[in-house]
Every structure is written in C-alpha cells, then in structure tokens.
C-alpha cells in the first residue's frame, strides 16, 4: 500500500497530459472514474515496477482516455491512498503503545526493592559496607552498644520492639528496634521535641500498619531517621517524598527473617531493653 | 442513461457509487479501522508477550486485597496470639490458637501471590482503594474491624473474665471487617486463588462470629 502512495503522484502529470481528450457526458465521467479506479492499482504498480515512464504514460492515457477531467482520478487517487496509510499508521501505534507501556510497566513494577531503595536520594546502604558489625544478628541479653545512632541491624535482644503499627510516644531500647527491623520492619525516629502536629503526620504512616513502628530519639542528628534493617535515610522534614519512598521499598522487604511477625513483641518504652525469659533460659 | 446519472451518488448498487461513498468514509474511517486493529493486535500480541497482562497489576483488587488483609489478619493474629496466651476460659484459648495459626498461614499465602505477581507489599494507593468507596470505610486510617491503638493497649492489660470478653467482642468486630473486605474481592476478581481463599474467609469466619457470640452468651458478657 505504501507504494501506491508516489506512484499516484507520479501519475498525476500522465492524467493531465492525457486531459486533452474529448470529455464525455457527465454519466460516462463517473463511470469512467470507477473504471480508472479499478486500473489504477495495476497500473500504478506496472508503472512502479518497471518504472518506465512512457508505460506509465500509456497507462494513464488508457485510464483517462474516457475520462472527463484529470480532477476526478487526483482526487480518487488521494481518498485510497491516505485511508490505508492512516490505518496502518494508527494499527502500528497503538500496537506498539500498548506492547512498549506493557512491557515498560512490567520492567519498572518488577524492579527488585533493593534497586527502588537505591533510587532513594540519600539513603546509605550499610550492607555493603566492610564493617560487618553493623548487620550481625546474635541475640544477646542485657544493654549493647552500636556504632550508628540509630542502629540499622547489629546483634540484638532476644525480645523485639511489637511492630505493629506501633506509634511510641517515648524513647525505645535500640536492643528491641533492631530485633523489630530485623523481622522487616521500618523504625520512624523522629527528634524529640518535634511538633505535635508533624510528630501526627508521621504517625499517620505508621499506625495500623504492621512492619512499622515510630519512637522519639533525644539530640538526634536529623528532625526524623528512618531504618530498615541495613539502611537507613535522614530527612529534615516530614513533608519529604522520600519518607513514602522508604517505606514502600523496604517495609518488609528489608527483613533478613522471611515470614517472621511484628506482634508478641515489647510494648513498653525505655532505653533499658528487658531481658523478658532470661530467667527461664539460665543464661 | 440520464436517469443514473441523477441516481448516481446515492445508489450504491451501482458501481458509480462506490468512489464517492470510499472518500466519504476516508481517512476518518480507515482511522477508526486502524484503531480498533491496533486494539486488537496490541493486546494479543501483548498477551502473548508481556506477562504483566496476564496477571494482577500494582493497583488490582487483588493486589490491594492480599495487602490489605495481610494487614487485617496481622492485627486478628496478635490479639489471637494474647488470648491463646491468657485468655481465663479454655474454649477461648482453643479459638485464639486457632485463628492466630489459621490466619498467620493465610497471610503467608497472599504473601506469596504478591511475590509472584511481582508486587511489593507495600501499595502505592490509601488502605481499601481497591474497594468501591473503600477508602470512604477508613476510621482514623484503620480499615474496617481493626482495634484501635487503645482497645490493643486495654486488651493487653486486661486479664480473667474481662480479658475473655473484651477478646470476643473485638473479635466479633474485627471479623465483620474482615468479612465485608473478602466479600467486597469476592465481586471484584475472576482470580480462582483468590475466590478461593476469599470465599473460605468469609465461610469460616461467619461461622466463628456466631462462636464467640456463643461464648459470650456462656461468660454473661
């Protein structure tokens, strides 16, 4: 089809030369018109095949020797030509949209979080880093020390901080939070002393949701620090897009314990963590 | 011959017709022949091709219902979990067990589909936008059912009688929630994982409403 496209320009100054016949009546133009209609598409490919001019011109001069005017085959030339190309045009855009969004949708939907937390501006990824302290997981009674403040991982208290949407209005013991972050939860810690109405906003994306939990942190470096296991990202406003960001990457996604639970966890705050079973445990 | 040339442009019987009715139909109607192929051809060739076609998308029901009631049934296994735990009445604790292991398992399965449809748990949408008005049902964010952050302290402080009959009353309420959720997936999927499971929700779950409302009747809550 798209050939007949040059080849109905190339026939046009054929059908004016051949003008000069006689016209017909006004019933013989218009059934000569249907006429050169069916031969045009033979002759267009004759004359684009052997791209021999005077062919060409023989053919035209067949079409339009019955013809009244060279006006009527231009404009049936145009009305066949144009339609197919539209549809084809629209066939292969459409197509192809519909395959690329497809496909694009499913590349980015299917992006591993590890790739979508790296996208983060911002967020340092400590499971890479050499010190292999800072994601060790040994359970250990009684207070422990961590180099990061917050801590990202690290060992832990036997007990875990209950991560169940748990909004907490004081400072919790690190030695649960990272237990909690470990099952896969993301810790929201905030700057004591932020404003109530932000200190809500945060809690907003917290509560209800297991996988999270929210505490205070005195003199903390940044207005809010969030954490999963191994990462960890500081902003200066809760207003951030990149809050929602963190979330939706490593909530649960983060755990390096699949399938292990937010509640039966502690529920108290502190910074002192609870040895709860030690007794029972004899260590 | 005079007479057909008056009936020209509108017999269509007549050869004559045909130019002048394709130039009326033109670009305009190869276009809309051209988009309806394109259609077409785009989501055979895509159903063939791209896998995401073929199951549900970030903001599916599905999707939205394993999410939101993993969500839903963490909260029933951790009051589940306090009851089997101290719960006074020993039908109680048998119930607690129960949902706490039942409703743990299920949350694992629609875990799983999310991995499998290559979606995060976490969506992008509020809590029960997958729902029609779902959002509208959200009570200071928490979805239908759910126990508020005072109820989970009350029940985690309460003990005896009152711990088992505050258990059953939130569980009644938690269940009607999560019932009404499963229904809602029900309606909305042709997904035969999902009905099934959705389905045998709203069976089990009924049945033990009506068990804890027999429960309560036996505690005089």
């Not at chain 1, 046009?12 to 013989?28: I, L, M």
């Not at chain 1, 180099?147 to 990202?152: A, D, F, I, S």
């Not at chain 2, 909260?75 to 006074?88: C, D, N, R």
Request: proline fraction near 5%; glycine fraction near 12%; aromatic fraction near 6%.
């Amino acid at each position: 089809m798209s050939i007949s496209t040059p080849a109905g320009d190339k026939r046009r100054p054929s059908a004016v030369s051949t003008g000069k016949k006689p016209p017909a009546g006004k019933s013989s133009s218009s059934s000569t018109s249907s006429t050169s209609t069916a031969r045009k598409p033979s002759t267009a490919s004759k004359a684009a095949g052997t791209a021999a001019r005077p062919g060409g011109k023989a053919g035209g001069a067949g079409g339009g020797g019955k013809g009244r005017k060279p006006i009527t085959p231009v404009k049936v030339s145009q009305g066949r030509s144009w339609g197919p190309i539209a549809m084809f045009v629209a066939v292969g855009v459409i197509a192809a949209g519909i395959i690329g969004y497809g496909s694009w949708a499913a590349f980015k939907g299917s992006q591993p979080w590890e790739q979508k937390a790296a996208d983060i501006d911002g967020i340092v990824n400590y499971r890479d880093n050499p010190d292999k302290t800072l994601t060790e997981a040994n359970h250990a009674w009684g207070p422990l020390t961590y180099k990061l403040t917050p801590p990202v991982g690290g060992n832990h208290n036997y007990n875990w901080q209950n991560c169940m949407g748990d909004v907490y209005d004081a400072p919790i013991a690190n030695e649960h939070a990272v237990h909690a972050m470990e099952h896969g939860a993301v810790w929201v810690a905030y700057k004591s002393g932020l404003a109530a109405d932000q200190v809500e906003k945060l809690a907003s994306k917290v509560r209800g949701n297991e996988y999270m939990l929210m505490s205070p942190i005195e003199n903390l470096d940044h207005e809010v620090s969030l954490q999963a296991w191994g990462y960890q990202l500081k902003v200066d406003s809760v207003d951030d897009g990149r809050i929602d960001q963190f979330i939706s990457a490593l909530r649960q996604n983060a755990t390096v314990e699949a399938g292990a639970t937010c509640s039966g966890g502690i529920t108290a705050t502190g910074t002192t963590p609870r040895d709860i079973g030690k007794d029972q445990q004899g260590g | 011959m005079s007479v057909s040339v008056e009936s020209d442009p509108e017999s269509p019987e007549i050869d004559d017709a045909v130019p002048p009715a394709r130039r009326r139909f033109g670009v305009a109607g190869w276009l809309a022949a051209g988009v309806a192929l394109g259609l077409l051809l785009g989501l055979v060739a895509g159903l063939l091709i791209v896998p995401s076609f073929t199951r549900p998308g970030e903001d599916s029901a599905e999707a939205g219902f394993a999410r939101d009631m993993s969500t839903h049934h963490a909260q029933a296994v951790e009051m589940g979990m306090l009851a089997h735990q101290k719960a006074s009445d020993s039908d109680v604790r048998t119930l607690g067990g129960d949902i706490a292991l039942t409703q743990q398992a299920q949350i694992g399965m629609m875990q799983a589909w999310l991995r499998e449809w290559k979606l995060g748990p976490t969506g992008s949408q509020p809590r029960m936008a997958w729902m029609p008005e779902g959002s509208a049902g959200l009570e200071n964010g928490l979805m239908p059912g759910m126990a508020t952050d005072a109820e989970r302290a009350q029940l985690r402080s309460a003990t005896g009688k009152a711990f088992d009959v505050l258990f059953l009353q939130l569980m009644i309420k938690h269940h009607l929630g999560g019932i009404h959720m499963a229904e809602e997936v029900v309606k909305l999927t042709d997904n035969a994982e999902v009905l099934r499971l959705a389905q045998g929700m709203v069976a089990n779950q009924r049945n033990e409403v009506a068990a804890f409302q027999q429960l309560l009747t036996k505690l005089g809550g």
